[in-house]
């Protein structure tokens, strides 16, 4: 079992919907929580960072931790076809070691 | 890309030959780090360094070593290529060990 599991998709919305990620993780020492945006050919870019349960929200997105669930999801309010791209869960124990979702692949049609 | 530059871009080899790419950084941040993007296996860690001279292992560290001589410097050598090797590498920077890190453009390779 993978120490952080992601669904890999593919999922496609139309522009405007709401854009819904997920991952599960099994160590529940895991205490910083990370979402990546990649476009293609590109390298990761840090979207969001947070280490307590509960939600953060950055303009037209918000991370949620659910550390008694080991869950954590990424919302995006009024996608746009800007917003397609592979996004990256990213978890931390609290030192230089990051465990990687495999990525969700979106697709936000116009 | 947060002041963070990989070379080079793209490169083709062949196998058993050496390869070296180069990281980049003008952020002065502490922590280095190289990793490695394969389809289904997501990002893994190669080599990272917490200070100039200063490297360990990551998981996926067989066949490859670093060297960091300047802060803004770390390089990744393959000693001698394989196909397996075949990937996109990714240089990643942080101030801190357990802060944020942040990606550079990537370098892809290809071993033939």
């Known amino acids: 079992q993978k120490e952080v599991e992601q669904d890999p998709g593919p999922l496609s919305v139309p522009e405007g919907a709401i854009v819904s990620l997920n991952c599960t993780y099994s160590?529940?020492?895991?205490?910083?929580f990370m979402w990546y945006r990649q476009y293609s050919r590109k390298g990761p870019e840090l979207l969001m960072y947070?280490?307590?349960?509960g939600n953060k929200e950055d303009g037209r997105f918000t991370a949620q931790v659910d550390k008694s669930s080991k869950y954590i999801s990424l919302f995006i309010r009024d996608s746009q076809p800007s917003d397609s791209a592979t996004y990256l869960c990213a978890m931390s124990l609290g030192d230089y070691k990051l465990s990687f979702g495999a990525g969700t692949t979106v697709t936000v049609r116009a | 890309d947060a002041g963070i530059t990989q070379s080079p871009r793209h490169k083709v080899t062949e196998t058993g030959t050496p390869v070296t790419l180069r990281c980049h950084q003008t952020e002065n941040h502490r922590y280095m780090y190289w990793y490695r993007q394969d389809p289904g296996h997501g990002l893994r860690l190669i080599h990272y360094?917490?200070?100039?001279?200063?490297?360990d292992k990551g998981e996926v560290s067989d066949g490859y070593s670093v060297s960091r001589s300047k802060t803004e410097d770390f390089l990744l050598t393959l000693e001698s290529a394989t196909s397996s090797q075949t990937s996109v590498y990714f240089c990643a920077i942080s101030e801190r060990s357990l802060g944020e890190q942040y990606f550079g453009p990537g370098t892809r390779l290809t071993v033939t």
């Open positions: 360094s917490y200070g100039v001279k200063d490297t």
């Open positions: 947070t280490y307590s349960s």
């Open positions: 160590n529940s020492a895991f205490q910083y």
